[in-house]
């Protein structure tokens, strides 16, 4: 044990089973990635496309704290919320955007229980 007492000798965590949300993240961003410079323009200027962008850079910070706590974030999150809201099947875009607004526009509305 160190002088912070963190314990240097135990193993990291094992990374945890990929949650549903990041998998939904990962196609939605091959096609993104695969998208023509048309078909990017067209989508770039839509109302709902920050909202997108947005909830990959949140995931991306809550996996961080996940990763870096060694445990689910805590009070849930993005990937809980997905899980609770989203069925299987559904579309993947409107998918993320309903689980983003369901979390902000609660927190929004101070809805959230902070």
């Known amino acids: 044990m160190d002088q912070f007492g963190l314990d240097l000798g135990t193993p990291p965590i094992a990374p945890a089973a990929a949650r549903r949300l990041d998998i939904t993240l990962?196609?939605?961003?091959?096609l993104i990635s695969g998208m023509s410079e048309e078909q990017f323009r067209k989508?770039?200027?839509?109302?709902w496309w920050l909202d997108l962008i947005e909830m990959f850079w949140l995931r991306e910070m809550e996996a961080?704290?996940?990763?870096m706590l060694g445990r689910p974030?805590?009070?849930g999150g993005l990937a809980d919320a997905y899980d609770r809201l989203i069925e299987p099947g559904e579309d993947?875009?409107?998918?993320?955007?309903?689980?983003?607004?369901?979390?902000?526009?609660?927190?929004?509305?101070?809805?959230?229980?902070?």
């Open 26 to 30: 990962g196609r939605v961003r091959a």
């Open 43 to 47: 989508v770039d200027g839509q109302s």
């Open 64 to 67: 961080d704290e996940e990763k």
């Open 73 to 75: 974030r805590p009070g």
């Open 92 to 114: 993947a875009v409107k998918a993320l955007l309903k689980t983003f607004r369901s979390v902000y526009d609660r927190a929004a509305l101070g809805q959230d229980g902070r």
